[in-house]
């Protein structure tokens, strides 16, 4: 399958991940009132094994899923099934038992978010689990097909960096114009050299056209200091009922200068499996 990657090995300490699979999946109703949209198929597997597979290429072997309640199928899947390993095993199907075993050198957590108030509320739900200094953020709808996957390319442009204190590195798209108000925006540096990596300035989220500080959009793919998920809790106390959004940590870190933020323009090509449409394609490029 297309998402075989060769795992690498970061010189960052990252062993921690929150995967945020909370939402409802309403794009695709009727079937998910049944089954959570991150266990839709992709060839033979469901779109939320490619994410943890993802996880395990760079050393993550300790992973939160952020849910609601009804979607315990999505841990669930990951969990060890003793009678049906042994009967692979017996009838010799051990290419099946390969696959099913290999995720039990993971940690598997759930934490429940029962309130739909944001991307930032839902890794909130995970902050007394996290015990990292830096702990990668993946959301359920993005894959990225290239030579490495997307958390593989953020790792190494992170390695890459003079200075690792305190920084974060966010995966990024260049996007129409027109397409910017769907999207959170970087304000970045100057870069004569036109590098992949670049420095982030600041971040608007979904801006008019006509007033987006550039065309590179933040995809669902971070690596974050411990300092954003306390940063996090400051901005849900001052927001009360109003949604709470990593952005809004990240940009608050920034304007008091207490982290560096940098964006990683990915290589190869991105799916949105979180629309019916991207979802098509990627079954039809990918399966």
Not at 112 to 119: A, F, I, R, V
Not at 124 to 153: P, T
Not at 180 to 197: E, F, L
Not at 215 to 228: A, D, E, M, N
Request: aromatic share 8%; glycine share 6%.
């Amino acid at each position: 399958m297309v998402f075989e990657y060769v795992t690498i090995q970061p010189l960052m300490k990252l062993t921690q991940a929150i995967l945020p699979v909370a939402g409802f999946g309403t794009r695709f109703l009727p079937w998910t009132k049944v089954v959570p949209k991150e266990l839709l198929p992709i060839g033979n597997k469901p779109i939320i094994a490619l994410l943890v597979d993802e996880c395990m290429s760079v050393g993550i072997h300790d992973i939160c899923f952020v849910i609601s309640k009804g979607k315990e199928s999505i841990p669930q899947f990951f969990y060890a099934q003793p009678q049906l390993e042994h009967h692979l095993e017996k009838r010799g199907k051990l290419h099946l038992l390969e696959e099913l075993t290999k995720y039990h050198s993971v940690r598997f957590h759930v934490a429940y978010q029962d309130e739909m108030k944001g991307d930032g509320h839902a890794i909130l739900q995970a902050k007394n689990w996290v015990d990292s200094e830096q702990i990668a953020i993946l959301y359920g709808d993005d894959l990225i097909k290239g030579d490495q996957n997307g958390l593989q390319q953020l790792v190494s442009a992170f390695d890459a960096l003079e200075s690792k204190k305190d920084a974060a590195m966010l995966c990024l798209q260049d996007v129409e114009r027109k397409l910017v108000s769907k999207y959170g925006i970087v304000d970045i540096k100057p870069d004569k050299h036109k590098s992949r990596t670049k420095k982030i300035l600041g971040l608007v989220e979904k801006p008019k056209p006509e007033e987006a500080p550039s065309t590179l959009s933040i995809v669902g793919k971070y690596l974050i200091p411990r300092s954003t998920i306390a940063e996090l809790e400051k901005v849900e106390s001052g927001h009360h009922d109003k949604e709470i959004r990593l952005i809004d940590a990240l940009k608050a870190q920034l304007h008091n200068k207490k982290i560096s933020v940098y964006g990683y323009e990915f290589e190869g090509r991105r799916f949105d499996t979180g629309t019916p449409e991207g979802y098509k394609e990627a079954v039809k490029e990918l399966g």
